[in-house]
């Protein structure tokens, strides 16, 4: 059974940078992605992030290009978010997601997510 598990999340101020993680278990051959999404308070959840098994491909939202970075351990066991230049906006719940997809819309099965809290 597919497990994920995120950290990193925390407090930051607008300009500062966090690095989140997610440590999967459980991943096979039929799962080509793993991906990053988030739920900003009063929003639907949006992908912000993949990355793909071929290739490997990336894949961002426009909201994030630029600033953040989504990458792979060298087992591909743990997907990372590194992010910088953050504001109030992105301030929300980060899941990890692993399944496939296209693009940024990569999911299936789903972590509990960490809350990011950006202070102005």
């Known amino acids: 059974q597919v497990q994920l598990a995120e950290s990193g999340g925390g407090s930051v101020q607008a300009g500062g940078s966090l690095r989140l993680s997610c440590v999967a278990s459980g991943i096979t051959s039929a799962s080509n992605c793993m991906a990053w999404y988030r739920q900003i308070p009063g929003k639907e959840r949006e992908g912000i992030a993949a990355?793909?098994?071929?290739?490997?491909?990336?894949y961002y939202a426009d909201s994030v290009k630029g600033r953040f970075i989504i990458s792979q351990d060298n087992d591909k066991s743990t997907v990372f978010l590194q992010m910088s230049s953050l504001t109030p906006e992105d301030t929300a719940m980060y899941y990890c997601a692993a399944g496939n997809g296209v693009g940024v819309a990569c999911g299936g099965y789903w972590g509990q997510g960490t809350q990011v809290t950006v202070s102005s």
């Open positions: 990355i793909y098994r071929r290739g490997p491909t990336t």
